[in-house]
């Protein structure tokens, strides 16, 4: 090991022989004590930070398909010859690292302060006073933060403002329930400063009433307005309300926000919960709430959880996972009353009159687009409220784009046929296009669907869309929770999902993102025990 002559803390260390990493292989080193990623493709070296900078995944534990290396845990993708973020739901990129070969031997260059983190920020614009122009992002989610970022990146230069109805900067709302107990700030994606330092202007507690097309201005709750020249509509969803009688009494709570997450768990403890759909929000906070509440029930019509999304066979394992952790499921049913003392609820009363004790009730049953503040404009909606845009996230009206939740899209697995898909990753990449072509890049969508849903401290992985489906293949067992499903479509695979199966799923989205379409014969005779290279 050797310090470089410039001074600046350089190390060079000998890694490995040449001949210790086939072509194709993902291996760690160790440089100055810190783990480092070293890649063969195609006979050529690279080096880059080892772990994820969204959850702290081994990327040596990842796929590499050409120049593209993705993440087994969630799927974001990067580059092995920059470390650029190439696909979602991590917002920071790969620090890279020179490397050499000498007679045989492999040596890795890197500066000390580069080794100790595996996060790179990329580099952005700032705002000149001379630019007139103003991008105007409804919205605190990640499709809005991704948009922001993405044009400070490409170089815009004029004013950006994010305007949100919440209190709080940008936070993951993917760990609003799997971790309950977290502040708002711990969830933060973005630090204020770290926008404020960018000259991204964000507006917290700012909801947008409505919107003149014509004059390009959007008018504010509090009275204010504000004019753009772009606009971005990612407003979100938010949860359906529930329509039964004592809907309306205390403690019956929605899980959207921080705030909420933070008062379900102080109202959970030591009581009696029933959850109302065993949907994604749903089963996560029937499992995190599982040892903390006295009893936790979970209403669903259906007859297994995420029945239509993830199909009866892994609902049935969900199902049984809580089963045994104590938490009781009425399926098959509905809620239909909810009783009160004192104006707070204390039962529940399921369709067959059983009464349930019920001390805190958590709504998990579906959510609707955040878009009633367009009704009546010329903006084109479905006949939900979703957004209706193109592959370039532009509406039927000039200068306004939609992204994220609040959006209905073509999706390429479902040959073009629209729909609305609710994954942080998907938010992000749908951001990240729409800023592309406000700036007149001339980009369209081209991303996998990729989400995870975790329970008990296992989670399952899911990539692709699959809406329809006629049709299961299961390599595994279900019985053991070491699985892999995939989703069937007319005789091919739209989407699949795993439990311990790592890094099927990303393998998986890979071959879709490249094209390819897998055959349900392909599917039978895949083995979860054998990850071709």
Not at 254 to 281: C, M, W, Y
């Amino acid at each position: 090991m050797a310090t470089g002559k410039d001074g600046d803390d350089t190390i060079t260390a000998e890694v490995c022989n040449e001949a210790d990493v086939r072509d194709g292989e993902l291996c760690e080193v160790m440089v100055a004590g810190h783990p480092v990623l070293l890649v063969r493709n195609k006979k050529e070296f690279s080096a880059l930070g080892s772990r994820c900078p969204h959850y702290g995944a081994p990327l040596s534990k990842g796929v590499l398909r050409g120049h593209r290396l993705r993440c087994p845990w969630h799927g974001a993708c990067f580059n092995i010859k920059t470390g650029d973020i190439e696909e979602y739901p991590s917002l920071d990129c790969l620090p890279c690292f020179k490397v050499t070969v000498e007679e045989g031997k492999v040596f890795v260059t890197a500066k000390k302060k580069d080794l100790e983190s595996s996060v790179r920020v990329k580099n952005t614009s700032k705002r000149c006073l001379l630019n007139p122009n103003t991008v105007l992002l409804l919205g605190g989610g990640v499709a809005a933060l991704v948009c922001a970022e993405t044009l400070r990146q490409e170089g815009f230069t004029g004013r950006i403002i994010m305007a949100t109805k919440e209190k709080n900067a940008p936070y993951d709302k993917s760990k609003l329930i799997k971790e309950m107990t977290m502040k708002a700030e711990d969830l933060y994606l973005r630090k204020p400063e770290f926008l404020s330092a960018r000259d991204i202007e964000l507006w917290t507690e700012k909801e947008a009433v409505s919107v003149d097309f014509q004059k390009q201005k959007v008018h504010f709750k509090d009275g204010s307005s504000q004019k753009y020249n772009q606009l971005l509509i990612a407003t979100g969803s938010h949860s359906s309300s529930l329509k039964v009688p004592g809907a309306d009494l205390q403690n019956v709570c929605h899980l959207q926000t921080p705030e909420d997450s933070s008062k379900i768990l102080e109202l959970a403890a030591g009581r009696n919960v029933v959850v109302v759909g065993a949907s994604f929000i749903g089963m996560e906070a029937a499992a995190f709430l599982s040892d903390k509440a006295a009893a936790v029930s979970v209403v669903e019509k259906d007859e297994f959880p995420f029945q239509k999304t993830l199909g009866p066979q892994v609902g049935g394992v969900c199902m049984k996972m809580l089963q045994n952790n104590g938490v009781k499921f009425y399926t098959k049913t509905e809620l239909c009353e909810l009783k009160g003392k004192d104006g707070k609820v204390t039962e529940a009363i399921i369709a067959s009159g059983k009464k349930l004790p019920a001390d805190v009730v958590v709504l998990g049953i579906g959510a609707l687009p955040s878009s009633e503040f367009l009704k009546g404009t010329s903006i084109a909606r479905d006949s939900s409220g979703a957004i209706l845009v193109d592959l370039c996230m532009q509406t039927n009206t000039p200068n306004v784009f939609a992204a994220g939740d609040v959006v209905s899209f073509p999706v390429a697995l479902l040959d073009g046929e629209r729909s609305s898909i609710h994954h942080q990753q998907v938010a992000e990449a749908h951001g990240s296009i729409a800023a592309l072509n406000m700036l007149k890049k001339q980009k369209e969508l081209h991303t996998v669907p990729f989400f995870w849903t975790t329970m008990l401290g296992r989670s399952i992985h899911y990539t692709g869309c699959g809406k329809g489906f006629t049709d299961t293949v299961v390599k595994g067992s279900l019985e053991q929770q070491k699985f892999l499903i995939f989703y069937i479509r007319d005789g091919f695979v739209t989407a699949a999902a795993s439990l311990n199966c790592d890094p099927m799923v990303s393998l998986i989205a890979e071959v879709l993102y490249s094209g390819k379409r897998i055959s349900k014969e392909e599917a039978e005779a895949c083995d979860i025990n054998q990850i071709p290279c």
